[in-house]
């Protein structure tokens, strides 16, 4: 009996033990293929995150190659269809190269972020877009302008390994990058001085009071030069309704001007409607001849000696009038009291220059004086040709600078023909006056003169400045220069 039951107990003891294995063999099985599976995602992952890593490279090598190469085109780039496809082909093959993504495999790809422009319009794919096709025009004060490029890789799957323990048999792997190019612009201004032949203006009233351009029924043409006028007065200069002063332009002079210091936008104190171009406001015409020695200070002045002026062929010298027609010989001429011209009197000379002076000469007029002067009435007139050398080149007719008298200088279309055979040469009287009257005549002269008039008659002069006639001037023109520099820089990725 005893052994019965030992031997049932061993039985139900046995029998117990195979039934616990059995327990622990499933237990085991589960845990063996949930660790199995934890090394397949494991492996599978870590194989997924260096597939990604590899994907970004090639993501980031495309839009740098893409930025790159609308930096080599630089300012050629104009956004044309061929430029765009060198563009794409470079993003194709650098993606290609460093993530094995075939050319097809970009067909009809898309990119719910993707950029305004979309270059690759055959294959209907957005995963390679920018901001803009074009660089747009430089705006006013831009100094930089980006474009962006993004790349967006098509989906690669990639296999699993131990994965497929889990039902997982590949997993898709993608990257974004996007890159800039920067046009930057930068504007340089550059300012030259250009010593230019001649006087700043071919007709300089140099009176800073008073109505000092006294036109009337005048007309003066001017080519080759500016008119300026100082005077700060409420009237500077005036015009009657038939007077006129134009200013014509020259290949050297093309924009020449009118006006002065005291011509105002909205308040010129020039008067009379008949200028040509209209008046503006001018810099002050500074004294071009203020380094020019005077007679009394000139060592060719001082061999001068005293001349009747009797003879019809008059000589050098110092002189108290001279009237009547004479012919003067070529140097230089003091004169002490003035010239007289009436009726058909003709003064004339070449190489001469006519210096106006007070009584007291050798000693210079005292501030205000009234020295020596011209007086010509009928058809009195006067054709004078200059010096060509020496310290007085250019110079016919020179005044003290303190004479304050009145030089009337006048002629026809007889005596005065035009710029060939008319008179040439400098007028400078600092404080006189010139009186010009006439009809028709031409003088290649620049004139310098504290005031000018046209009494009497109406007048037609013309002043065709000939700078190589005159005494040789340079002033400086200064020219500005804006220039535009553009460059391109392919910046890198961006965010």
Not at 45 to 53: K, T
Not at 269 to 278: Q, T, V
Not at 383 to 394: C, H, K, L, N, S
């Amino acid at each position: 009996m005893v052994h019965r039951l030992v031997v049932l107990a061993l039985a139900r003891l046995t029998r117990s033990r195979d039934d616990e294995q059995g327990a622990v063999l499933i237990i085991v099985t589960i845990v063996m293929v949930t660790l199995v599976g934890v090394a397949a995602l494991v492996i599978d992952i870590g194989n997924a995150s260096q597939q990604s890593r590899q994907a970004q490279a090639a993501a980031d090598s495309g839009a740098l190659a893409a930025t790159q190469r609308i930096e080599d085109y630089g300012g050629t780039f104009t956004g044309s269809s061929t430029q765009w496809q060198g563009v794409v082909n470079d993003v194709k093959l650098y993606v290609q190269s460093n993530f094995g993504i075939s050319s097809a495999s970009w067909q009809g790809c898309t990119d719910a972020h993707a950029l305004t422009f979309r270059p690759d319009t055959g294959a209907a794919n957005a995963c390679i877009s920018a901001d803009m096709a074009a660089w747009p025009a430089t705006l006013a004060g831009e100094t930089s302008r980006t474009n962006r490029i993004r790349v967006r890789l098509p989906d690669k799957l990639v296999a699993t390994g131990f994965g497929k323990v889990l039902d997982v048999d590949s997993l898709s792997v993608g990257a974004v990058a996007t890159a800039a190019v920067t046009r930057a612009t930068t504007r340089v201004t550059t300012r030259e001085v250009e010593h230019q032949a001649g006087g700043t203006c071919a007709l300089c009233v140099l009176s800073p009071t008073g109505t000092s351009l006294d036109g009337q029924n005048g007309d003066i043409t001017v080519t080759g030069g500016d008119v300026v006028v100082n005077s700060l007065a409420s009237t500077a200069a005036t015009l009657n309704p038939n007077g006129r002063i134009r200013a014509i332009p020259t290949e050297h002079i093309p924009h020449p001007a009118i006006g002065g210091p005291g011509c105002e936008p909205g308040s010129c104190n020039f008067s009379g409607d008949g200028y040509s171009p209209n008046p503006s406001h001018l810099g002050e015409a500074m004294d071009p001849l203020i380094n020019m020695p005077q007679c009394e200070d000139e060592p060719s002045c001082a061999s001068l000696t005293p001349e009747s002026g009797s003879g019809a062929n008059l000589s050098p010298g110092i002189y108290n009038t001279i009237s009547g027609s004479h012919t003067l010989s070529a140097e230089i001429y003091v004169i002490k009291s003035g010239i007289t011209l009436s009726g058909n009197d003709f003064l004339t000379g070449t190489g001469v220059m006519l210096y106006f002076a007070c009584s007291s000469y050798p000693t210079p007029c005292s501030p205000g004086q009234a020295g020596a002067g011209i007086k010509a009435t009928g058809n009195g007139a006067m054709r004078i040709f200059p010096p060509t050398e020496g310290v007085y080149q250019g110079l016919s007719l020179f005044a003290d600078r303190n004479n304050t008298a009145t030089l009337t200088y006048r002629g026809n279309g007889t005596n005065e023909n035009g710029l060939t055979n008319g008179g040439a040469g400098t007028f400078y009287m600092k404080s006189g006056t010139l009186d010009l009257r006439g009809n028709g005549y031409t003088l290649a002269s620049e004139i310098i003169v504290g005031f000018m008039t046209m009494e009497g008659n109406p007048s037609g002069v013309a002043i065709v400045y000939d700078q190589a006639r005159n005494v040789p001037l340079t002033h400086d023109v200064e020219h500005e220069s804006t220039t535009q520099a553009t460059s391109y820089d392919a910046g890198g990725l961006v965010g």
